[in-house]
């Protein structure tokens, strides 16, 4: 105890010690800490070793106060991170200012005209801009249906790159140029929106290698999916009016993805996506990583049994068989069928 007492003593230089008597039948009349006074803020920040951070945190509320002072309960409710990008909160703050005064400018990033600011600077920052943005701009200068880093441009009004289709036709007598080369065509949503491509049938596939390889279908064509997201599809009317199949992994995120294709085209239909696929191709089964667990309300009464034995691992493990190892000449069998 007396060790721990001379310890604590003879560290008191951050802090106030109010002593107490106490008198013990067999070791006497001692005096023992009975309470710890720290006395000031920077003495309190010394003792934690925090008084570089607590300047620079005050240099942030000083600079925010003059230039963005609606910024302050920001500062307040996140100061740990303030305190990382004390470096960059300047830049940041011209960045606000900015768009303050140029509400939607509809411009691309990389044209805002700022000292030390340039448009890998604002994407590495967009989590935070987004932050700031919301709390100084008015409710009207936001599109508020444009969420996360991937809607930053169009919630604020900025131009985005252009979603992108990439298609193929697999029926040559209706080939876009007159060229004997394949015809792996890239258009932007836009122009792909204006099409209206003369097809009857629309697939869609994940896999690079099986949409090159896709054969020939009258009257039809493929279109590279690219996993989740088909906000480039969804506003093209015109394939509304077609038939679609979709092909992905036999797997748990296959039907995922094919349950939100089904949200912007109900219609569409699985392809080889089914138990007798599965079944004949068990040699070839591999692990799933990271298995989707979650009902999907969008599955048939055929899909629905194979996506629940696959998230129970009913027929084992985390199964996969994955698109592209499907036999090609199985494809073109099914390909006849439909």
């Given at each position: 105890m007396r060790d721990w007492i001379k310890r604590l003593d003879d560290a008191a230089k951050q802090y106030r010690i109010v002593w107490r008597s106490v008198n013990h039948r067999i070791v006497g009349n001692n005096e023992i800490p009975d309470e710890i006074w720290i006395d000031s803020l920077n003495d309190a920040l010394g003792l934690i070793g925090k008084r570089r951070d607590a300047e620079r945190f005050a240099a942030l509320v000083a600079l925010t106060r003059s230039r963005q002072p609606e910024l302050l309960p920001w500062l307040a409710k996140r100061p740990l991170h303030a305190l990382e990008l004390a470096e960059e909160w300047s830049r940041i703050l011209d960045i606000v200012a900015w768009l303050q005064n140029h509400p939607r400018p509809g411009i691309y990033l990389r044209q805002i005209d700022l000292p030390g600011v340039h448009s890998k600077f604002i994407e590495g920052h967009r989590g935070v801009l987004g932050e700031l943005f919301d709390i100084v701009l008015p409710p009207e200068k936001i599109d508020a249906t444009a969420v996360g880093v991937g809607g930053f441009c169009r919630r604020y009004g900025f131009q985005d790159k252009p979603l992108r289709v990439r298609f193929r036709i697999l029926d040559p007598t209706l080939a876009l140029f007159m060229t004997e080369s394949d015809h792996d065509i890239t258009v932007t949503q836009a122009i792909f929106a204006q099409l209206e491509l003369p097809v009857t049938r629309v697939f869609i596939t994940e896999n690079e290698i099986n949409f090159l390889a896709f054969p020939d279908v009258p009257e039809a064509m493929v279109i590279f999916g690219a996993g989740y997201g088909f906000e480039n599809l969804a506003s093209v009317e015109w394939m509304r009016n077609r038939v679609i199949h979709y092909w992905g992994d036999i797997d748990t995120h296959g039907f995922a993805i094919l349950n939100q294709l089904r949200g912007f085209f109900p219609h569409a239909a699985s392809l080889l996506m089914d138990s007798e696929t599965l079944m004949e191709h068990q040699?070839?089964?591999?692990?799933?990583?990271?298995?989707?667990?979650?009902?999907?309300?969008?599955?048939?009464?055929?899909?629905?049994?194979?996506?629940?034995?696959l998230r129970r691992n009913?027929?084992?493990?985390?199964?996969?068989?994955?698109?592209?190892?499907?036999?090609?000449?199985?494809?073109?069998?099914?390909?006849?069928?439909?």
């Amino acid at each position: 105890m007396r060790d721990w007492i001379k310890r604590l003593d003879d560290a008191a230089k951050q802090y106030r010690i109010v002593w107490r008597s106490v008198n013990h039948r067999i070791v006497g009349n001692n005096e023992i800490p009975d309470e710890i006074w720290i006395d000031s803020l920077n003495d309190a920040l010394g003792l934690i070793g925090k008084r570089r951070d607590a300047e620079r945190f005050a240099a942030l509320v000083a600079l925010t106060r003059s230039r963005q002072p609606e910024l302050l309960p920001w500062l307040a409710k996140r100061p740990l991170h303030a305190l990382e990008l004390a470096e960059e909160w300047s830049r940041i703050l011209d960045i606000v200012a900015w768009l303050q005064n140029h509400p939607r400018p509809g411009i691309y990033l990389r044209q805002i005209d700022l000292p030390g600011v340039h448009s890998k600077f604002i994407e590495g920052h967009r989590g935070v801009l987004g932050e700031l943005f919301d709390i100084v701009l008015p409710p009207e200068k936001i599109d508020a249906t444009a969420v996360g880093v991937g809607g930053f441009c169009r919630r604020y009004g900025f131009q985005d790159k252009p979603l992108r289709v990439r298609f193929r036709i697999l029926d040559p007598t209706l080939a876009l140029f007159m060229t004997e080369s394949d015809h792996d065509i890239t258009v932007t949503q836009a122009i792909f929106a204006q099409l209206e491509l003369p097809v009857t049938r629309v697939f869609i596939t994940e896999n690079e290698i099986n949409f090159l390889a896709f054969p020939d279908v009258p009257e039809a064509m493929v279109i590279f999916g690219a996993g989740y997201g088909f906000e480039n599809l969804a506003s093209v009317e015109w394939m509304r009016n077609r038939v679609i199949h979709y092909w992905g992994d036999i797997d748990t995120h296959g039907f995922a993805i094919l349950n939100q294709l089904r949200g912007f085209f109900p219609h569409a239909a699985s392809l080889l996506m089914d138990s007798e696929t599965l079944m004949e191709h068990q040699a070839l089964w591999g692990v799933e990583p990271s298995p989707e667990t979650g009902t999907l309300t969008r599955l048939t009464a055929e899909e629905n049994p194979l996506y629940d034995q696959l998230r129970r691992n009913e027929l084992g493990h985390q199964i996969r068989l994955e698109q592209e190892k499907i036999g090609f000449e199985w494809l073109v069998e099914a390909l006849g069928r439909v």
